[in-house]
């Protein structure tokens, strides 16, 4: 019987064992990280018993995490409450957007987006995404950067403590009128090489760079061999098609519909390169040539990429252009 008893004893010690573990786990399979920041912090609100807490031989690298945690909660613990009668426009963000601050190092009181963020790249936004240009001298790739300038004529670019135009007091980013933001910039990197035909750097020609978004072509080149100055022409559009002479077709842009019809292709106008005449709406634009845009009654400019002119009975002459 002591044998038997001892037995019971431990069997029940080690069934309340499991039946505690069991709890436990229970318990914690009942919050998912998904519900973050639940159940530290509800509807705005913190727990009344919450502690982010590390031990006294924690490495360096606990400490500077729970720092991020710190600051995750505190950007949670807010309540949004309307303002009755508030005036000024309301703001919406369409497209591509990036929070400048950090949980480690938010946008603060006099502090300038330079301040924060230094550099937006493509892995910051997508309209930054670079991409290559292949010519006969090999393919180079290219990056586009937005800059914070940390120099004296952008300190203006600040979040400020204010009254705004519309008698809201509070918070807001301040930029002096007529002072620069940002700076774009597009770098190719080693291997963008070209041939001069006179003026001309014919291998650029003709090539795709999509830039803030949007594909351009580079439609002409100028070099000036005195000075070194270089031009670059850029086209593009959300529409690029190609129409035949006589041909019509209907296009739709920003819910608008646009009948574009190619009246006439002059094949030995300007110098034998070509010239077009379109009619879009209705409305007959004036005679353009590669590289040209013309407004159409609305200011939708129409661009023309190229000309091809074949002059031949069997096939029509082309015009490539953007809308």
């Not at 919050?31 to 973050?36: H, I, R």
């Not at 936004?125 to 090999?138: A, M």
């Amino acid at each position: 019987m002591k044998n038997i008893g001892k037995t019971l004893k431990r069997m029940a010690a080690v069934g309340a064992s499991v039946a505690l573990v069991g709890a436990t786990v229970m318990g914690a399979a009942a919050v998912k990280l998904s519900d973050y920041p639940k159940p530290f912090v509800v509807n705005g609100v913190p727990a009344s018993n919450l502690a982010v807490i590390v031990g006294d031989q924690a490495a360096a690298s606990d400490v500077v995490g729970m720092g991020d945690v710190i600051a995750g909660l505190q950007q949670n613990a807010k309540i949004s409450t309307p303002v009755p009668g508030a005036g000024g426009p309301r703001v919406k963000l369409l497209g591509d957007s990036v929070e400048i601050g950090t949980p480690t190092d938010l946008l603060e009181l006099n502090e300038t987006l330079g301040d924060v963020r230094q550099t937006l790249t493509e892995f910051d936004l997508n309209i930054l995404k670079g991409g290559s240009i292949t010519t006969q001298r090999g393919v180079t790739k290219y990056n586009q950067y937005l800059n914070f300038n940390e120099t004296a004529s952008y300190r203006s670019n600040r979040v400020i403590f204010t009254e705004d135009e519309f008698d809201n007091i509070g918070h807001f980013f301040h930029v002096v009128d007529g002072d620069q933001i940002f700076d774009w910039t597009l770098e190719f990197e080693e291997g963008f090489i070209s041939d001069v035909e006179g003026s001309r750097l014919r291998d650029l020609e003709d090539r795709d760079l999509n830039i803030l978004g949007t594909e351009y072509a580079i439609v002409g080149t100028k070099f000036t061999n005195t000075t070194g100055d270089t031009r670059i022409s850029l086209l593009g559009g959300p529409v690029f098609d190609s129409l035949g002479e006589g041909d019509k077709k209907t296009y739709t842009l920003n819910d608008r519909t646009y009948e574009v019809e190619v009246i006439i292709i002059s094949e030995t106008a300007n110098s034998g390169d070509g010239e077009v005449l379109l009619k879009v709406n209705g409305q007959t634009l004036p005679r353009m040539r590669s590289e040209e845009a013309e407004p159409t009654a609305d200011g939708t400019l129409v661009g023309i990429r190229d000309i091809i002119a074949t002059g031949k009975d069997t096939q029509s002459s082309v015009v490539r252009f953007y809308l």
